[in-house]
């Protein structure tokens, strides 16, 4: 697959309620992927194939500038609190939320389709179920339906990712490691 006709751009707010745009991560690999917490099956199987593929990632080439983030489609009752609870299960993803018309904006940018439907409990929230990987300049790179496996993804993301990041931008100053908290390899605080 090859970069995906999106411009991944985004202002919304983390899930600890610092705003955060998409230049808020330059310099580093962003890994998106669009969900909800209330969500059943298809956002908790995704979560775990891309955290699955992150380990393998780690455990393959170390740390490196990725950062992951989920970012809701459903900004009705996934606050910054919620989605921090919510991601205590994954966390090497970051949540992003916010208004509605800024996460409108989001879904736009990235192309991602939804529908509100009802529900037994309330209401979901149909939606384009795809990830992203944004390159360190903001331009997307590459693209996963969400049939693609875990070992399939951590494939790519070493090929892609370990093998454009220079050691410049893999180590830190005077070639130390980079921190951890800066890499695909450490939970989001």
């Known amino acids: 697959m ?13 899930h600890d309620g610092t705003p955060v745009t998409e230049a808020s991560y330059r310099g580093q690999w962003q890994l998106v992927q669009f969900g909800f917490t209330s969500c059943k099956a298809v956002c908790p199987r995704a979560l775990s194939k891309l955290t699955a593929a992150l380990d393998t990632l780690a455990a393959s ?43 409108d904006d989001a879904k736009k940018a990235f192309k991602i389709f939804t529908r509100r439907r009802d529900a037994q409990d309330g209401y979901d929230v149909q939606h384009t179920a795809v990830t992203y990987l944004v390159d360190p300049d903001g331009q997307p790179a590459h693209y996963w339906a969400d ?29 130390e490691q980079a921190p951890a908290a800066s890499s695909c390899c450490a939970p989001a605080d």
């Open 2 to 14: 090859s970069a995906p006709p999106i411009t991944a751009a985004f202002s919304l707010v983390n």
């Open 61 to 103: 080439a170390g740390p490196v500038p990725l950062t992951a983030l989920y970012i809701t489609v459903d900004p009705d009752r996934d606050s910054p609190e919620v989605m921090r609870n919510y991601l205590q299960t994954y966390p090497r993803f970051t949540g992003l939320t916010g208004p509605g018309d800024a996460i």
């Open 147 to 175: 049939v693609r496996t875990a070992e399939e993804i951590a494939e790519d993301l070493e090929r892609i990712v370990v093998t454009r990041t220079t050691p410049a931008e893999h180590d830190g100053p005077r070639g």
